[in-house]
């Protein structure tokens, strides 16, 4: 199994550009998550998906969107990139059951 | 806004000696505590859940829950360098499964 996997590793916009950050795992987890971590900072979640089809806004959604059409795969789109969007995105997996959320290795991306 | 709030540090602690991390929480409805372990450049790893009151040892690591307190802490005894990481605090709450993650503590063990 890969696990979480997303891409790109690194990535820099130009302000008012847009992107798509992908993630996917294979382990057939429903629930899915997008974090971001500014330096120094703790994770703060910006998307969190429950299954196929179904998505809901973190603490930090604002300037993002994101879709969930199969179970395996979750991007999260960037409209119109901001420096305030600097970060480093990490994308995540859980079962529901157990205790672990499985993190992907994460984006850097930056802004400018 | 439900928080969860830990010393950024460094803690800076000699070879062979314990560690200790704090951490409180605002959602006292909440359930169950991790501890994660962030190299730097690298993604968070699960280290230690918590779900009652009291102590869970694993290994090297302890982490203690105290709820009417609010509080949850993580003790690394026999701390070596490659202990040196950043340690975040994740709670969750009563609303679905989500994580509200602390900001870290940065720990630095010293030879």
């Known amino acids: 199994n890969a696990g979480v996997t997303q891409t790109p590793k690194f990535r820099i916009l130009k302000i008012g550009q847009s992107m798509t950050l992908q993630c996917a795992q294979d382990?057939?987890?429903?629930?899915m998550y997008w974090y971001r971590q500014d330096p120094g900072m703790g994770l703060k979640l910006i998307y969190y998906s429950v299954g196929a089809g179904i998505t809901d806004k973190g603490e930090v959604p604002n300037g993002y969107n994101v879709s969930r059409s199969t179970t395996e795969d979750f991007p999260l789109r960037l409209e119109l990139a901001a420096p305030s969007q600097t970060s480093v995105y990490f994308c995540?997996?859980?079962?529901?059951?157990?205790?672990?959320?499985?993190f992907g290795p994460g984006t850097r991306l930056t802004v400018t | 806004q439900k928080e969860v709030e830990q010393n950024s540090g460094p803690l800076s602690v000699p070879e062979g000696a314990i560690a200790s991390l704090n951490c409180t929480y605002s959602?006292?409805?909440?359930?169950?505590f991790f501890w994660y372990r962030q190299y730097s450049g690298k993604s968070p790893e699960l280290i230690m859940s918590i779900y009652s009151n009291g102590d869970k040892e694993d290994g090297r690591f302890t982490a203690q829950l105290n709820k009417a307190s609010q509080y949850v802490s993580l003790l690394i005894r026999d701390s070596q360098p490659s202990d040196s990481a950043t340690y975040l605090c994740a709670v969750k709450g009563t609303a679905g499964n989500k994580l509200t993650f602390g900001g870290g503590t940065r720990v630095l063990v010293k030879p």
């Open positions: 995540a997996s859980f079962s529901g059951q157990g205790h672990e959320q499985y």
């Open positions: 382990m057939n987890h429903n629930y």
């Open positions: 959602d006292r409805g909440s359930q169950s």
